[in-house]
């Protein structure tokens, strides 16, 4: 059974850095894309970044280009968001998700694993 557990949320001040950690377990890691989303109140969950089974490739949102960095450590079984100077309107639950399927690709909702996710709030 896949598992994802987020961490490293948090209250943050605007132009403020946090790092957040997803760890994986269930099957092999290295097989899968994997990838952030993130969903504010009243808000749909929306694509955040997305990274490819050996970290090859890596592709962001336009609203957070520049700003995050996605990475993984394949031999930790865990995936990473590295947030930089951060705006009010990053302040969401940020989900990890994990391709059921594809090395690459992540696809449908219904075509991921998710965890439960991790609060950012970043204030101005």
């Known amino acids: 059974q896949v598992q994802l557990v987020e961490s490293g949320g948090g209250l943050v001040q605007a132009g403020g850095s946090l790092r957040l950690s997803c760890a994986a377990s269930g099957r092999t890691f290295s097989s899968y894309a994997m990838g952030w989303f993130r969903q504010a109140p009243g808000k749909e969950r929306e694509f955040v970044a997305r990274?490819?089974?050996?970290?090859?490739?890596?592709y962001y949102a336009d609203s957070v280009k520049g700003r995050f960095t996605i990475s993984r450590l394949n031999a930790k079984n865990a995936v990473y968001l590295q947030m930089d100077s951060l705006k009010p309107e990053d302040t969401a639950v940020y989900y990890c998700?994990?391709?059921?399927?594809?090395?690459?690709?992540?696809?449908?909702?219904?075509?991921?694993?998710w965890g439960q996710g991790t609060q950012v709030t970043v204030s101005s």
């Open positions: 998700v994990q391709s059921r399927t594809s090395a690459d690709y992540l696809g449908s909702y219904e075509s991921m694993y």
């Open positions: 990274i490819t089974w050996n970290g090859g490739r890596t």
